[in-house]
């Protein structure tokens, strides 16, 4: 007889008692060794569901389907499979309340790029308005040109897309006034936008001359945009609050968004929990870097593989979803093995056509910067760039402009005044920590000591700052607990 492939085990505490658990000990009292055979999902009080499988329940998973990513009418894309093979389902948009604000986390390697491109391509196929702003140059998601409103890759740019939409938030608000509406319906008159910013780290970040702005327009556009139907949402490979503009722009995002947490980082997780930022009681399984069990390897034995296990790119917790404690994986996107240029199996999931476009109502008000969108601006298709998606800058010559508020969107704040910078321009930590070791070598704690005492802002974990840098080959580290700047090659 053939044993089950999984058991399922419902765990109750005493009225009063809160579940907890340690994760490695629970699969070793379960008679497992790997990990990633063992589901946990908590209410947050005093009931879980323990779920052992035989093998793996995520290593494989389907492509992404045009038919998943079409938006339904409860505003849901489904987006990949939980651990029990429930669809993972993701909203883009909530009737009655509107657009949605998010986030998506993820460390290097844990999938966000695809995970992008798929919602990317929802919106396009559920003829949502997107902005884009690609901060690593355009190349996180490439294929992505030309499948949206508009495309930004630098940070001028991505500014410029922030100021636009709060003025288009403005511009909506006094019309919906006008006629008298207070909420917001997906084409009844206007699109659905959606402003997503991959790297936001970038712009807000400490020492970014962006940040204040940033962060003031990003909790603006969140504040104000749901009943008029303008969403952001922020991505970012974040290692501690702080270097997305502060805790305030993060807990607003996280507490009232839809999250997406794919594998993250220790200090990360910490930070979440430590702030509050996570559901009460919330305990989420590690995601490991490979699937698999340990593995010793006695220097007696050289066979098998270097390397056991798959990689979990792609499996996260969808925070903002009914079942936030529940593992899940994106379907996958793309291509299994890298090709050169735009991979035509993303291009593909976009489909045909020209993406959604903002409302012609709007366009008139919205000034150079939305004319100008993803290259220089053009008149009649002279001189436009191959992948530019500008649009025309207004009305004709002689035409009656249109009721409401004209505003200027490249214009600082967008004609509304921020709040006053601090700290604008100040050195980055990366900097002060260069700064610090100028003079040799420094163990983690006088390191600390001695960027705290440069006088700027104070920071608290240098930790996430030094395990970056020592990556990009920017420190090193001579001896154990010892950080350095990296030796000079020979004739240097």
């Known amino acids: 007889m053939r044993a089950p492939d999984f058991v399922e085990i419902e765990v109750a505490r005493r009225p009063g008692k809160l579940i907890t658990y340690d994760h490695s000990a629970l699969v070793s009292a379960l008679g497992g060794k790997d990990p990633a055979c063992v589901a946990v999902e908590t209410d947050g009080m005093s009931r879980a569901l323990v779920t052992a499988y ?42 009655g309340s509107g657009a949605q604000r998010g986030a998506l986390f993820g460390t290097t390697g844990a999938g966000k790029s695809r995970a992008l491109q798929l ?82 780290n970038r712009l807000l970040q400490e020492g970014s001359p962006y940040r204040d702005e940033a962060a003031y327009l990003i909790k603006e556009i969140g504040r104000l945009g749901r009943s008029v139907g303008v969403g952001i949402s922020i991505a970012a490979q974040a290692g501690h609050v702080e270097e997305l503009g502060g805790s305030d722009t993060l807990r607003g995002m996280l507490k009232e968004g839809d999250v997406i947490l794919l594998r993250w980082s220790s200090t990360m997780m910490a930070t979440l929990v430590s702030d509050g930022l996570l559901p009460l009681g919330t305990d989420l399984v590690p995601i490991p870097r490979r699937s698999g069990p340990p593995v010793l390897r006695s220097r007696f034995e050289r066979t098998g593989p270097r390397v056991p296990g798959t990689s979990t790119a792609g499996q ?9 404690t529940a593992l899940m994986r994106f379907f996958l996107v793309g291509s299994l093995v890298p090709v050169p240029g735009l991979d035509p199996e993303i291009v593909a999931l976009y489909g045909p056509g020209e993406p959604a476009r903002l409302e012609a109502a709007s366009v008139p008000h919205m000034g150079g910067a939305y004319a100008a969108r993803g290259g220089p601006v053009t008149v009649n298709g002279a001189g436009a760039d191959p992948g530019s ?29 921020p709040p006053p910078s601090k700290g604008k321009g100040a050195p980055s930590i990366r900097s002060r920590i260069l700064d610090a070791l100028a003079e040799g070598p420094l163990t983690k704690h006088d390191l600390q000591a001695k960027v705290n005492a440069d006088g700027g802002r104070q920071v608290r974990n240098l930790a996430p700052t030094l395990s970056e840098m020592k990556s990009h080959g920017e420190l090193e580290q001579p001896q154990r607990g010892l950080w350095a700047l990296p030796a000079a090659a020979p004739g240097d």
Not at 316 to 324: D, I, K, M
Request: charge should be neutral.
């Open 119 to 200: 919602v990317l391509a929802a919106e396009k196929r559920s003829r949502i308005v997107t902005w884009l702003s690609d901060l690593k140059g355009g190349q996180s998601v490439p294929e992505a040109r030309g499948q949206v409103d508009w495309r930004a890759t630098t940070e001028q740019e991505a500014m410029m897309q922030l100021r636009a939409g709060l003025c288009l938030i403005m511009i909506r608000t006094d019309r919906y006034a006008r006629i008298g509406r207070s909420y917001f319906v997906v084409g009844d008159p206007d699109p659905l936008v959606n402003i997503r910013i991959d790297e936001a």
């Open 54 to 95: 035989r093998r793996p329940p995520l290593e494989t998973l389907r492509h992404a389907r045009p038919e998943d990513l079409v938006m339904d009418s409860e505003g849901f894309i489904t987006v990949g499979r939980h651990h029990d093979g429930d669809p993972a389902r993701m909203r883009l948009y909530e009737p």
């Open 389 to 417: 998606t500008a649009a025309p800058a207004g009305p004709e010559p002689g035409a009656t402009p249109p009721a409401g508020p004209t505003l200027d969107p490249t214009a600082p704040g967008a004609g509304l005044m």
């Open 316 to 324: 996260a917790y969808l925070l903002g979803s009914p079942r936030p």
